[in-house]
T-cell receptor
């Protein structure tokens, strides 16, 4: 089955700096890659996603890049703010199944 | 995005009792829903895939007789933790895919249920 690895597990950045979280996947059949933000005790919220036929997608301060050849995708957050502090999960989807990364705890230091 | 409602948000129960958790898709129909378990500061662990009108598909290591799943309608799936014990204490989250046009891949989550078994 699919195996999704996510790095780093924790990340601290100064407010205003950029944050990058990376994920790799193993199954080339994966064709959809969402990113979720989860605050403590809350539900994961979809923040951005990308399909396998697209290399990059941007939504304001958040962007995702996908390298199908290398089987990795990354989340980029620019101009970080304290409210960006949360746990971020990547996922890879094949058919009806989603496979999640282990999460990255992001702390933005004011 | 689509709305997935989950109730209750928190349950405290005595060991040996059963607890039912409901997951509803409020503004769309979901033929498939997923149930996850999440330990503190850990990722989402898929427990089972709930299919409307048929038996759920359980992941390896998940006891189907302990975690009963019923998906009787296109908008409701329930997870019943039978004879709960302290080791069952966890955060349980459901999710569903919204297959409406243009959003076929998107997975939306319920708000989660924190189960504490005394």
């Amino acid at each position: 089955g699919e195996n999704v690895e996510q790095h780093p597990s924790t990340l601290s950045v100064q407010e205003g700096d950029s944050a990058v979280i990376k994920c790799t996947y193993s199954d080339s059949a994966s064709n959809y890659f969402p990113w979720y933000k989860q605050e403590l005790g809350k539900r994961p919220q979809l923040i951005i996603d990308i399909r396998s036929n697209v290399g990059e997608k941007k939504d304001q301060r958040i962007a995702v890049t996908l390298n199908k050849t290398a089987k990795h995708f990354s989340l980029h957050i620019t101009e970080t703010q304290p409210e960006d502090s949360a746990v971020y999960f990547c996922a890879a989807s094949i058919g009806n199944q989603f496979y999640f990364g282990t999460g990255t705890s992001l702390t933005v230091i004011p | 995005g689509a709305v997935v409602s989950q109730h209750p948000s928190r349950v405290i129960c005595k060991s040996g009792t059963s607890v039912k958790i409901e997951c509803r898709s409020l503004d769309f129909q979901a033929t498939t829903m997923f149930w996850y378990r999440q330990f503190p500061k850990q990722s989402l662990m898929l427990m089972a895939t709930s299919n409307e009108g048929s038996k759920a598909t359980y992941e390896q290591g998940v006891e189907k007789d302990k975690f009963l799943i019923n998906h009787a309608s296109l908008t409701l799936s329930t997870l019943t933790v039978t004879s709960a014990h302290p080791e069952d204490s966890s955060f349980y989250i459901c999710s569903a895919r919204d297959w409406r046009g243009g959003q076929s891949e998107k997975l939306f989550f319920g708000s989660g249920t924190q189960l504490s078994v005394l």
